[in-house]
Each structure stands twice: as structure tokens, then as C-alpha cells.
T-cell receptor, first 112, second 114 residues
Framework: LAKTTQPVSMDSYEGQEVNITCSHN???????ITWYQQFPSQGPRFIIQ???TKVTNEVASLFIPADRKSSTLSLPRVSLSDTAVYYC?????????????FGSGTRLQVQP | ETGVTQTPRHLVMGMTNKKSLKCEQH?????MYWYKQSAKKPLELMFV???????ENNSVPSRFSPECPNSSHLFLHLHTLQPEDSALYLC?????????????FGEGSWLTVV
């Protein structure tokens, strides 16, 4: 199975920038890195996707170093509604298997 | 709305019952998936379908039986389940089951086995 490692949990306060890093040492050459957000009792929702360097959209930025063995999701000025679990998703390195495997995720708690 | 609709949202069934979960996607995607999410566990991929053909079965017990009659519909037939099968079952779809494709999830079906 794909091996992604994220912090189990993080705490922040409203208005702060939050950076969540995911390690994926076995990422394949053609793999993209995708981050999802999940609120309780809901399915995960796409946040951002990238292959290398930096990607920015209206909700987040994604930083990917040259070796692509990690990635960092950056949430600017978080609010209480950003309290959720964040998942990093990369492809599975096992030969011939295209499993779409989520890691354990990072539980972000935003305090007032 | 994500374009992926699951029914029912909640289901309670006995261990001897037979029930089905239904999923429909309105995104024109070719790949559909079933995931299972138990309390305090990561999302587990169960099945992958591409153009109606099953391409992945992640060692799922035979008491879970998927069916994909076309690229827009996916079912999960349930029979003789165990209490430990109680979980949130998520359906998802993507353009194709390739690593670079964004996955769109439904809201999930909460299953309780009593």
C-alpha cells in the first residue's frame, strides 16, 4: 500500500496560517499529490492537487519540493469552519496496482 | 453537491438481512469506487470499477457484493453482515482510475448492523 505519513493532529487559532506536511517517500514518477478535506459525517472533498513546485487556488497552496518526497498544504488565515480532517493522497507504488489509498489524515482543530 | 448521490443515508440491518446501498454519479465519469470508513480508522478502498468492469477488489469479504450496471450507477449488496461491518460507506467517482484524477465523493451511507 502507498505509504503516506502525516501528523495525527494539529491545533491552531483563527486567523493563523496552518501548514500540514505529508511524507510520501515512495511516490511514483507519474503520480500527482492531492489533498482532501473531510468534515464529520461527510465524504472527503477535493482541496488542491499538484505535481511539483507550487500550486495555489482560492482556498489553499500546495508546496512540493524538487524530490517530491513530501508536500505541504498551506491554509492561509484559518477559520473555525476549517476544523476538519485533511488527507494527503498519492498513487500506490505496488507493481500493477492502482489503489487509491488514503492515509490516516491530520485532524485540524481551529480555536477561536 | 458533489454530483455523487448515495442512498440511503442511514441503514440499520440485522445480521441475517439482505440490503443494498445505491450510488449514482452525474459527472460523466468512467470510474466508480466504494470506500469504507470505520470509526477512528483511515478510509479503506473496497472496490474499483472502470467502464463497468471491476478492476480492484481489496480483499473484501464476499458478504459485500458490488454491482455496476453502467458507468453512472454502483450498488453494494449486503448480506449476513457482522456488527463490525458497521461503518460509513462512501461511494466516489473520477474520470478514470488513474492517480492524477480528482475523486468526487458522495455524502456516504451510515450502516449499522445489529
Amino acid at each position: 500500500l502507498a505509504k503516506t505519513t502525516q501528523p495525527v493532529s494539529m491545533d491552531s487559532y483563527e486567523g493563523q496560517e496552518v501548514n500540514i506536511t505529508c511524507s510520501h517517500n515512495n511516490i511514483a514518477t507519474n503520480d500527482y499529490i492531492t489533498w482532501y478535506q473531510q468534515f464529520p459525517s461527510q465524504g472527503p472533498r477535493f482541496i488542491i492537487q499538484g505535481y511539483k513546485t507550487k500550486v495555489t487556488n482560492e482556498v489553499a497552496s500546495l508546496f512540493i519540493p524538487a524530490d517530491r518526497k513530501s508536500s505541504t498544504l498551506s491554509l492561509p488565515r484559518v477559520s473555525l469552519s476549517d476544523t476538519a480532517v485533511y488527507y494527503c493522497l498519492v498513487g500506490d507504488m505496488e507493481a500493477g496496482r492502482r489503489a487509491l489509498t488514503f492515509g490516516s489524515g491530520t485532524r485540524l482543530q481551529v480555536q477561536p | 453537491e458533489t454530483g455523487v448521490t448515495q442512498t440511503p443515508r442511514h441503514l440499520v440491518m440485522g445480521m441475517t438481512n439482505k440490503k443494498s446501498l445505491k450510488c449514482e454519479q452525474h459527472l460523466g465519469h468512467n470510474a466508480m469506487y466504494w470506500y469504507k470508513q470505520s470509526a477512528k480508522k483511515p478510509l479503506e478502498l473496497m472496490f474499483v470499477y472502470n467502464f463497468k468492469e471491476q478492476t480492484e477488489n481489496n480483499s473484501v469479504p464476499s458478504r459485500f457484493s458490488p454491482e455496476c450496471p453502467n458507468s453512472s450507477h454502483l450498488f453494494l449488496h449486503l448480506h449476513t453482515l457482522q456488527p463490525e461491518d458497521s461503518a460509513l460507506y462512501l461511494c466516489a467517482s473520477s474520470q478514470a482510475p488513474l492517480r492524477g484524477n480528482t475523486i468526487y465523493f458522495g455524502e456516504g451511507s451510515w450502516l449499522t448492523v445489529v
